[in-house]
């Protein structure tokens, strides 16, 4: 048994050494080829910029993101007013309708509720619906 093992590892090692050697000796450069046809000459490269042409289109970079910054401040601003508003009108309509209401409520209770002074009692007008008091 302990000879099929070291059989088994030195065929392994064998193989190793075998493959590594093939590797190598296929990596080996062979002759240099004819030279071959120059390229084509390339496009003339970007001439560049000075730095007082690249320091003002900095400037103007920079002031535009102010005015942008400055732009959406205002709109935002402006939305809060707008909300600021909205809710203003929505409370005073909500107070005109209840103040209406409240009105309609005594319009409607003062028929009902009319107490009339001593030797008068409560006359209902059959076209108009107005209650009033008339004499006994």
């Known amino acids: 048994m302990m000879k099929l093992k070291i059989s088994v590892v030195a065929g392994a090692f064998s193989l190793v050494l075998f493959i590594a050697g093939c590797q190598a000796a296929s990596q080996t450069p062979g002759p240099t080829g004819p030279q071959g046809q120059p390229g084509a000459t390339g496009q003339a490269g970007d001439p560049g910029r000075d730095s007082d042409q690249q320091r003002a289109e900095d400037q103007k970079r920079a002031e535009d993101q102010r005015r942008a910054d400055e732009q959406r401040g205002a709109d935002k601003q402006r939305g809060a007013d707008d909300q600021r508003r909205a809710e203003e009108q929505r409370r005073l309509d909500d107070q005109k309708r209840a103040d209406n209401q409240k009105r309609e409520a005594d319009r409607t209770r003062e028929g009902h509720d009319l107490a009339c002074p001593a030797g008068e009692h409560r006359y209902t007008n059959p076209?108009?619906?107005?209650?009033?008091?008339?004499?006994?």
């Open 127 to 136: 076209n108009s619906g107005v209650v009033s008091c008339v004499r006994d």
